[in-house]
């Protein structure tokens, strides 16, 4: 059986998965922050760079929920498409 979801039930599940991004660029963030106190800067570059992935993951997450849960909302007659860069 085919588990059809409406659009703003995928915003939803894009919503909640930015919000588990969220909480793990936090979680790095705390980590990067308690190694600048020592001199391991292999690690702290190994850090940011997973914090910018998890800052672009984020940022598309919650731009996809955006666009799916105001799908149907009334707009200017030019409709932005979702484009991948």
Same mark, same amino acid.
């Given at each position: 059986m085919v588990n059809n979801k409406s659009l703003a039930e995928l915003g939803n599940e894009y919503e909640t998965a930015a919000t588990i991004i969220k909480r +793990?660029? @936090?979680k %790095? +963030? %705390?980590?990067?922050? $308690? &190694?600048y106190d020592s001199?391991?800067? !292999?690690e702290a570059y $190994? &850090? =940011?760079r997973e914090l910018q992935l998890l800052y672009a993951e984020h940022r598309e997450a919650?731009?996809? !929920? @955006? *666009? &799916? =849960?105001? *799908?149907y909302e009334p707009h200017n007659g030019k409709r932005e498409f979702f484009s991948y860069k």
């Open positions: +793990r660029i @936090e %790095k +963030r %705390k980590q990067l922050n $308690e &190694l001199v391991c800067s !292999a $190994e &850090l =940011k919650t731009a996809i !929920a @955006e *666009y &799916l =849960k105001n *799908y």
